[in-house]
């Protein structure tokens, strides 16, 4: 299902569709039939329980450890929520006393800091659209940033294919990507889903001699940097 992006350009703004980049070659989906109709999987209640003994004539005596109105029952997802364990704690109950923390490494790959972990919420289709900040020649883009997934943006209607058609045309006729920024003031990085991952993003454009234009929302997280450099005595 494609995202709603609200994005700025040239004083003017539109909402458009951001969706997944097509593939190469279509998927292809294997199907497992039989003479009764296609096979498909489910989540259901294996009817176990687990208790700390059970004796063998408890067992002869009937199913203490099975919970035969429950198994093959299906598992309704809004019933279910998950649970974290200790791997060394040998009772292996669930617990609940910890906390997110987000490490950051710096480029030798040493940790630098440790923080709690935010939770962000999606800014792209917010009152305040998202705005094109400064630009960078596309090759050195390319090569200072690693980035970890690509978006297509998507015209709605007449209005916004020529909207989007500009600014590709700008973009590529420059030889340039734009930066993007979210929030009132342009400057705060994008979130595409609720409870994601904070990313620098760039938008990069095409456009061939019949008019059709292709832009790119490249989204990266982390920087390339080198490390210093050490001296090493010999």
């Known amino acids: 299902m494609p ?4 994005l ?5 703004s539109a909402r458009v569709d951001l969706h997944g980049l097509p593939p190469d070659k ?10 009764s109709g296609e096979v498909t999987s489910a989540r259901l209640v294996t009817g176990a329980r687990k208790y700390a003994a059970v004796d063998f004539a408890s067992l002869v005596a009937g199913d203490p450890e099975l919970d035969l ?3 093959g ?9 998950p649970a974290w364990f200790d791997a060394s704690d ?5 617990i609940g006393d910890f906390a997110d923390v987000d490490i950051v490494y710096d480029a030798a790959g040493q940790e630098k800091a440790r923080r709690p972990h935010l939770v962000r919420h999606a800014n792209l289709n917010e009152l305040h659209p998202v705005k094109i900040g400064k ?11 690693a980035f970890k997934q690509t978006l297509q943006l998507a015209h709605v209607d007449g209005l916004t294919y020529e909207f989007l058609q500009n600014l590709a045309r700008d973009l590529s006729q420059k030889g340039e990507v734009a930066v993007l920024g979210a929030g009132p003031k342009g400057n705060q990085p994008l979130v595409i889903r609720e409870a994601g991952t904070a990313y620098r993003a760039f938008l990069y454009g095409e456009i061939d001699s019949e008019g059709r234009y292709r832009l790119l929302l490249l989204l990266s997280d982390q920087e390339l940097k080198l490390p210093e450099r050490v001296s090493v005595e010999l």
């Open 69 to 71: 109105e429950l198994a």
């Open 135 to 145: 630009r960078l020649p596309a090759n050195e883009a390319l090569t200072q940033f």
């Open 8 to 12: 700025e350009y040239q004083g003017k």
């Open 26 to 35: 279509p998927k292809v989906v294997p199907r497992t039939t039989t003479s």
């Open 73 to 81: 029952t299906p598992i309704d997802p809004d019933s279910v929520t």
């Open 3 to 6: 995202i709603t992006l609200h």
């Open 90 to 94: 040998p009772a292996r109950g669930p």
